[in-house]
């Protein structure tokens, strides 16, 4: 091991950095899963949920398991063997999804869009007049891909040819705007390890009334016990019914970081994740990288940049100045980097990743000016208040 510099900060696409309050109430005392304590926090923690998803009107779910988790019971509780469906692969996450919803016997067919590119609505549109889709699946931030949606043009399509609208916000929800009610989604989840700065280990899902309709109409049962979305509605409607053991550190922890995202306020912290996004990318475009993501499809949750030399870069920045990088995804591995900035990062946070990547850089032998990453950045991160 190198000489570290500072402290590690866990940059990496989720899990995140978590606050002091998080870690303390992750170390309280057990509690039973069935005190009215728990039945207490649990119920608080669903409203906390609604107001991270800005929903009024839709139905919370909390899971104990990860992001794949809510994908598997979405689609399990959704779709009906046979039933077709609509995937938009702009990502790892949507090729994910297309597999999930096999398994579980859908007919599936995906619109597949090259590396970078977010999903075309215009060919969403006429994809989906084409045939009777029961849903579209949409990845609100491809954390592979570093590729963001555009969630309200895309649900829109898919109401006005009768599908329901399913987004995986894992990546975005808690820094990525989304608004359940007033985009018109039907299904919404995301995972408690990335923008909500919670510890793995808790899938979060809201439902509109119509998917609920949907999925108590259905005809055939749900072919799953853990996956049944109808079996854990009757736990979200009293937490005191018992299905299965919740992680009940996790589910407190994950409370505690939502009163947190509750504090901040939801659009000052998309706002702050947003600036912190801009002032990131150009910091990495003034040391002469090439960002994934095309203009106009740019999250302000994850960045990706492209580079041959993944492995050096995440070796340097982890050894030698205490910063956890991912490299690209699968077959990227070799091709791109990947930063997670959410949750709980600050300004600071992306001076001093921007400072120690440009250092990473001019180590392995570019001419790149030193401070010019900074200097890039500084405009958008002095608007952070
Ligand atoms: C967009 C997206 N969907 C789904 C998942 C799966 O979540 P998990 O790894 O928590 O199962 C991830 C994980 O990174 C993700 O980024």
Redesign the pocket.
Known sequence: MELALVDDLLMI??PTTLSSRVREALAQPQWSHSSPEFHDAFVDLLELTKYAFVTRDGFPYVITG???VA?EATAASLIEPGEKVLVLDTGH?GQRFALILELHGAKVDTLKFDLGKAADPGLVDSQLSKDNYKAVFV?H???GNTVKNAIGTITEAAHNHGSLAVV?S??GIGGEELRFDDMGIDVAFT?S?KAIGSP?GAGLIVLSKRALESMEGRKSPIRSYYFSLLRWKKVMEDPRVYLATPAVQIMLALRTALQEVKEEGIEKRWNRHNNQAAGLRAGIEALGLRLVAEEGARASTVTGFFTSESKEIQSIMRNRHGIQLARGLYEHADAMMRIGHFANLSPTGVASLLTALEMTLRKMGRDIRAGSALQAATPQLEIIS
Do not use: K, L, N
């Open positions: 696409p989720g990860s992001g794949t994908m996450f990845t931030v491809d954390t995986d894992v990546c995972a390890q793995p």
